[in-house]
C-alpha cells in the first residue's frame, strides 16, 4: 500500500508491543508541520520525517506531508476534532514518552507551529519528566500563511502596530481575553479555532470599543488547494462565518482592507485590478456583501529595478 494511501485510512487506536524499557531511550522531536502546502516545512522538518520510524501526527497534516514519511514508518493519527479526540492529550503525552522508552526516536507532527495552539508545552514537559530527550522544530503557523497569501500584513507601519494570536476555544464557556486591550483600533487580532464563536467574539470586541466597520478575514485552509477567503468586517463577522467549516482562521484589524478582493461574476471568481476597486489605506475595503468566496493567487503586478553597480560592498553615486 503506498504511504498516500496510507495516510487517508481510517484512523484506529494503537497499542504498544509492550518492549521492555530500552537501555537507552530514544528522543522526541515535536515538529511542525506548517498550515499544510509541503513547501511551507521547514528543511529540518522534511529530513525529520522521512527519516522517521513513528510518526504520531495531528488531523491538520496533510496527505501529501504524510506521503513524505519512509513507506516502513508507523504513522498513528491522534486526530482531535471538537467533542471528538482519537486520543485524550493526556494518553498522547504517555504515548510519546512510552515509544521513546522503548528507544525509539519519535516525531510528534503537528499542524502549524508546535507551541502556538499546538498543546507542544504539555507534550515537552511530559517528556522532561519521564527523562526524555525532546526537541523542537518550529513550523509557519497558520496565521502567517494566511496574511502572506491574501496580501495582508499582520503587521503594517501605518495601521497596525501589533499582532496578537488568541484561542476562539475555551474547555469551559467562553475564552477568557483581555477584550480591552483586543479591542484598541490600529492592531491586528489573529483568532485560531473561533468559527464557531465568532459572534461572541464580535460582540465583545464590539462592546469593548472596536468599530464594527474594522476590516476582517477569515481564511479557510491557508496554503492549501481549496483556500477560501472571505473579506468582511467585525460587525459582519459572525455572517460571514455561519456556515464555514473547516480549519479556519479569523482575522481583525485595519490591514486586513489590504487583503486581496476577489469577487464572483458569473461561473468563476475574478481578480480586480488594483485602483479605486481595491481597499486603502485609509480603511475602505471595498466589500459589498462580505459572503465572496476569494481564491489563493498573487494580485499585484511587480517590476523589475536596476540596482547600482557597487564595489567593495558600497553602491556607487
Known amino acids: ?33 506548517g498550515p499544510g502546502d509541503p513547501e511551507l516545512l521547514t528543511l529540518k522538518a522534511a529530513r525529520l520525517i522521512a527519516a522517521a520510524g513513528v510518526i504520531v501526527h495531528d488531523g491538520l497534516v496533510s496527505p501529501e506531508i504524510l506521503a513524505m514519511a519512509a513507506p516502513d514508518a508507523r504513522l498513528i493519527d491522534v486526530a482531535k476534532r471538537k467533542n471528538r479526540h482519537t486520543l485524550p492529550q493526556h494518553d498522547i503525552n504517555r504515548l510519546l514518552v512510552a515509544f521513546a522508552l522503548q528507544g525509539l526516536d519519535v516525531v510528534r507532527l503537528k499542524g502549524g507551529d508546535p507551541f502556538i495552539f499546538g498543546r507542544g508545552g504539555e507534550e515537552l514537559e511530559e517528556c522532561r519528566a519521564a527523562g526524555v530527550a525532546c526537541e523542537v522544530v518550529p513550523g509557519v503557523t497558520a496565521a502567517l500563511a494566511a496574511s502572506a497569501g491574501a496580501g495582508a500584513p499582520l503587521t503594517h507601519r501605518g495601521l497596525a502596530q501589533a499582532v496578537t494570536f488568541v484561542t476562539g476555544h475555551a474547555a469551559h464557556g467562553e475564552p477568557d481575553l483581555d477584550w480591552d486591550h483586543l479591542a484598541r483600533a490600529n492592531q491586528t487580532v489573529v483568532i485560531y479555532m473561533g468559527l464557531t464563536t465568532a459572534g461572541l467574539i464580535a460582540e465583545r470586541l464590539m462592546n469593548a470599543g472596536r468599530d464594527a466597520a474594522t476590516p476582517a478575514l477569515i481564511v479557510v485552509n491557508a496554503s492549501r488547494a481549496d483556500e477560501a477567503r472571505y473579506p468582511t468586517t467585525l460587525g459582519q463577522l459572525a455572517a460571514t462565518a455561519e456556515g464555514l467549516s473547516g480549519p479556519a482562521l479569523l482575522i481583525v484589524g485595519e490591514a486586513m482592507g489590504l487583503a486581496s478582493i476577489l469577487s464572483r461574476e458569473g461561473e468563476g471568481d475574478h481578480a480586480e485590478p488594483g485602483g479605486e476597486g481595491s481597499a486603502g489605506l485609509a480603511g475602505n475595503t471595498g466589500i459589498q456583501d462580505g459572503t465572496a468566496r476569494v481564491s489563493a493567487g498573487p494580485s499585484t503586478m511587480l517590476r523589475m529595478v536596476p540596482l547600482p553597480a557597487t564595489r567593495r560592498g558600497k553602491a556607487q553615486s
Open 1 to 33: 500500500m503506498s504511504r498516500a494511501s496510507r495516510a487517508s485510512q481510517p484512523r484506529r487506536l494503537v497499542a504498544l508491543d509492550g518492549a521492555a524499557r530500552a537501555a537507552a531511550p530514544g528522543k522526541v522531536w515535536l515538529v511542525g508541520a
